[in-house]
């Protein structure tokens, strides 16, 4: 679908994106592979567990908690810019850094069911980290590191990133690490910068992606690839024996307004007295 863009540089930065790349759909019927085989700690996961399957195909209507994923990294390295890329199918050229947090709602069908993914887009400046760490990196289900390519101290700075998130976060908590910018890079500078983020991502336990949100490339997949395994392991541990925990980690207050809002419009679908324009 292609973006408008107005003629005024002045009054807006926002590029026409070309139609060059397969944005797909929301519907997610397979799990997608990873980037690299070598540069993840879930090459098992190759497609959704057993048990998964069976859930989705006995139960015909389930509920899951939307699965929260939360984008830290220095400032400066593309973490909007991703993000609009995927929730907006925009790249705006322009610089303006995100003060606190932004969050976005994607829905999806996962095998046929209805799962959300909540993406929080954090401030890289320091003066935020504070706020940050005690107010949004807790109950995350995926923590997405972002580092930029062409800026080989903030890969190093990632080691940091992901410790603030991890450390108020429950064990299994999904792990990625993802390089931007790639397009400014040529072959060799790209197969340099990758070589060192394996071996960082190795080191961290997650899993590297490297994407480019002005071309598209690989920032798709990507977000497929999250939503499709925070699916797969929401399933699981909903389905596991005593768990005392019903639903996956996310934001109660959130869900809750979904949920009603979703609920008001099922209501005045069916009242024969509204006349919905």
């Known amino acids: 679908m292609p973006i408008y863009k107005k003629s005024s540089k002045k009054a807006s930065s926002y590029e026409l994106l070309n139609n060059n790349v397969d944005y797909g759909t929301r519907k997610i019927d397979s799990l997608p592979g990873a980037f690299q085989p070598q540069a993840t700690p879930y090459l098992d996961r190759n497609d959704f567990s057993d048990r998964t399957k069976r859930v989705c195909k006995s139960v015909t209507s389930f509920y899951l908690c939307a699965c929260k994923a939360i984008f830290v990294g220095d400032v400066g390295v593309g973490k909007s810019s991703l993000i609009n890329r995927f929730c907006h199918e925009i790249f705006d ?3 303006r850094g995100t003060v606190g947090v932004d969050f976005e709602v994607e829905k ?3 095998l046929d069911h209805p799962f959300s993914l909540q993406i929080w887009d954090t401030a890289g400046h320091e003066k935020f980290s504070c706020i940050g760490s005690q107010n949004y990196y807790r109950n995350s289900n995926v923590v997405v590191v972002v580092f930029d390519m062409t800026r080989m101290e903030s890969l190093m700075n990632t080691r ?14 999904l792990a990625f690490l993802v390089g931007t910018k790639k397009d400014l890079l040529d072959e060799s500078s ?16 997650a899993e590297l992606w490297t994407v480019s949100a002005h071309t598209g490339a690989q920032v798709t997949p990507f977000f497929r690839r999250i939503t499709a395994l925070a699916f797969d392991t929401a399933v699981t541990r909903l389905m596991e024996p005593n768990n005392p925990v019903i639903h996956p980690s996310g934001n109660s207050l959130l869900n809750l307004y979904f949920l009603k809002k979703d609920e008001k419009k099922r209501r005045l679908r069916n009242c024969s007295f509204c006349k919905i324009n």
């Open 93 to 95: 050229r322009g610089y």
């Open 160 to 173: 940091r990133w992901m410790a603030d998130v991890l450390r108020v976060n429950q064990p299994g908590t």
């Open 108 to 110: 999806f069908q996962v």
């Open 190 to 205: 790209l197969e340099e910068c990758e070589s060192e983020a394996i071996k960082m991502t190795n080191d961290l336990k």
